[in-house]
């Protein structure tokens, strides 16, 4: 048995499912949907393209696949800034947005796959970032309605404050990528959460209607 065929035999199919993922988001980010062959992807896991569509009928299967597994990744490198700060909902919130500029400036190339999918496939209702998100909110609900509980922010629908902060990072990273600003994302942190916790009004002005309020 050749060194190959052994790699193939004795991977457990969940690590060769990853290793194809990984592949497929890195050569789909890099070269377009289009361009890449799922032969390529094949070659480069050292895997027969048959196995390849054993795990993932079609190409569009495997680009739609590793768009979640980028996202699956992405919520991983979040989890484990955050866990050690549960109890502590402001802070969880201003390391889960550092941690996720943070990763696409460690894999800027991912955010090509975002915007090849809106390009290939118009006609999904949903694209998978979108899908994702909403799948795995409940949680960040409840960290943002403690967060309120605790006067650390102002009350408000949960939902508009999510969704105002995810649509925020979303779009800092597709910005960035499409027009670079000569700044890494996780550089324009402080600045982002200086906005999103202070304001863009002066701290005197926000004093001013927090006294009219109360008088009515």
Known sequence: MSTTEAKRTHKAEDVRRREILETAA??????????????????EVSVGKGTVYRLFP???ALFLAAVEHVMVRLTESIEQVVSPFEGDPLR??????RAYLEFFDR?????????QERAEFR????????????????????VWRQAMARGEIRAMPVDTALNFMSDLLFGVVITNRIDPR????????DGILGIVLQGIRPQTARQGESSDERTE
Not at 92 to 97: A, R
Not at 107 to 115: G, V
Not at 182 to 189: E, F, I, K, P
């Open 123 to 142: 006609e999904r209702a949903k694209p998978v970032y979108f899908t994702y998100r909403k799948a795995h909110l409940e949680k960040w609900r409840e």
């Open 92 to 97: 969880q919130i201003t390391v889960s947005t």
């Open 107 to 115: 894999h800027p190339d991912f955010a090509e796959l975002f915007i």
């Open 26 to 43: 890195r050569l789909f980010a890099a070269n377009g949907y289009r361009a890449t062959d799922v032969q390529a992807i094949a070659d």
């Open 58 to 60: 079609t190409k569009e």
């Open 182 to 189: 000569g700044m890494t994302l996780s550089g324009q942190v």
